[in-house]
């Protein structure tokens, strides 16, 4: 796995200037679909920049020619002055709009393009992946992340913005007055230590701000997935206590942030004021030779508040470029994480058509040191019903796990319709093999969408047949909107027992030549599951079944049992033959029948 893609941690390590800049290439490489936007922006801050150095130069003209005294200061030139100002007025108006719509425009399409990237290759990955990184982390990636994008490049174009700034105003400076401006040169240095050693505290501050922050969402959200634990417990003031303690940190981390932001902004302001207290000595020393004309004066303070001004952007908003850089690399290791496996073989077209499933010795291991499954040999001819018993623990799912392909298995061959796995279609090996599972998932949407779950092929009667055939239309008749009941997250609003229903009318709908069921039925009760063991020995028929059961009554009908302990098949045969043996199974329907 790619490295630091879980953990939080990373707000932690110090990431280095190379990796930083490569990041940022990074990041405005992501920006190539929408280079006309940004190009356009570009554009707009440079004609900006030009504008300014050219009108405050002709503005300085005009001052020293045209409103010098009382002779030239007439009505007309009054007019003229401010026609000139409000035409450059309106100019910077226009131009300022275009710098930030085309550059908010351009931002936003990019940062959803990297948010479309991450979750196309979620989709991708493979079930071990998922394993080691929690969801909400994953959400972070998708959300979070990218949102801090959009002001990373608004600080690279406030940087080019600053940049023309100062270069406009150091010419014009030069054009106003050369011996002033070369002084004030002696201000640069300053400035840049300022900001080197800004950036090298504010850098560590930020990152330990971010690292509280992160302790404080995980305690908030761990002591909200626990609330019931701990309410039961009585530990109300414990996880309070914590969660004070975590908060405490983090005020004392933002609050060292604010400090060091608030010392940053003295010091730019400082270093402004020294460089016009600076530009007025020297040229008061001018005038004591020669009279410096107003227009000059007017010239010089806004070339120095020109320099200043794109400054106080900049600093401020460094700590984003901290934020951006370090969500960068956590999305840009997402993208280039190689978690694929299973992978099919090239070319693999085969197709199921019967349903026949063979495990040919088939060894697992989720780490690939502690092996689950061990040997693993059966065969289910098509349409017969395969049970998987033994305790928890045992293997069931993982067996179930290696047949879908979430996870690669070690050694072995399994094969469907004597063709191994590998050479399967992926499309044909989805569409065949119809999963339940323990926890039925439920989407946002109604119930015949949670049915239909995409597949347009499917009518409104052939979504009814399905839910009738596994006895959800029972439940499903008696709502006010039936098939149009919306569906909230997860299904809240309906019971386990009507959830699995609905995922079983899903899975029947469409047509899989093989079912897996996996404890299907664990999560409805007694009355209701009778009800459907009837529907589900229907929808079994010409269909091969692979069942997980902890009820062992739900699979007494099977063709074949095979009792799994610590990976292995220690006992197989049907349900008469294993009970008449005495054996491992009897006595786990024996320990059941005492329960
Ligand atoms: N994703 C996983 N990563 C690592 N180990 C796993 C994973 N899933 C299961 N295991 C381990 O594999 C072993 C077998 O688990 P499995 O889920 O296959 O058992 P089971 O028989 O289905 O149990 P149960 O009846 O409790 O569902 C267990 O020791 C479990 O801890």
Known sequence: ????????????????VKTQFGLGVWLMRQTRGQLAYFIGSLIAIIAQSVLMTLTTKIFANFLNTKLSD????????LVIFAAIYSSWRILQSIFSYLYTFLLGRGAIRAQADIRMQIFTKLHSLGMRFFDQVPAGSLVTRTVNDTS???????????????????????VGLFLSNVYVSSWLLLIFPIIIVILFVYQRFSSSIFRGMRAKLSELNAKIAESISGISVIQDFNQEARFSDDFSRENDNYFHARYRMIRADALIDISRDLTGGLALALAMALLGQLSLNNAIAAGTIYAVINYISAIFEPLRNITNQMSVLQEATVSAYRVKNLLSEDEYDPRQNANATGKITRGKIEFRNVSFSYDGENQILKNISF?????????FVGHTGSGKSSTINAL?????????????????IRDIDPKSLREQMGLVLQEPFLFYGDLAFNIRMYDDSLSDTAVATAARLVGADKFIDKLSNGYQ???NENGAGFSAGEKQLISFARTIAHDPKILILDEATSHIDTASESLIQESLLKIQENR?????AHRLSTIKHANLILVLDKGQIVEQGTHAELISKGGYYAELIALQNKA
Request: hydrophobic fraction near 45%; glycine fraction near 4%.
């Open 1 to 16: 796995m790619a490295e630091n893609t879980t953990s939080q941690s990373v707000w932690s390590q110090s990431l280095s």
């Open 70 to 77: 009382q002779m030239t200061t007439t009505t007309r030139n």
């Open 148 to 170: 801090t994008f959009w002001d990373f490049y608004f600080f690279i174009f406030s940087l080019f913005s600053a940049l023309s700034l100062i270069v406009g105003s150091f």
């Open 379 to 387: 065969v289910a001819e098509p349409g017969q019903t395969i049970a």
């Open 404 to 420: 879908m392909r979430f996870y690669e298995f070690d050694s072995g061959q399994i094969l469907i319709d004597d063709i191994d």
């Open 485 to 487: 009941t919306l569906v």
């Open 544 to 548: 091969t079944t692979i069942a997980i």
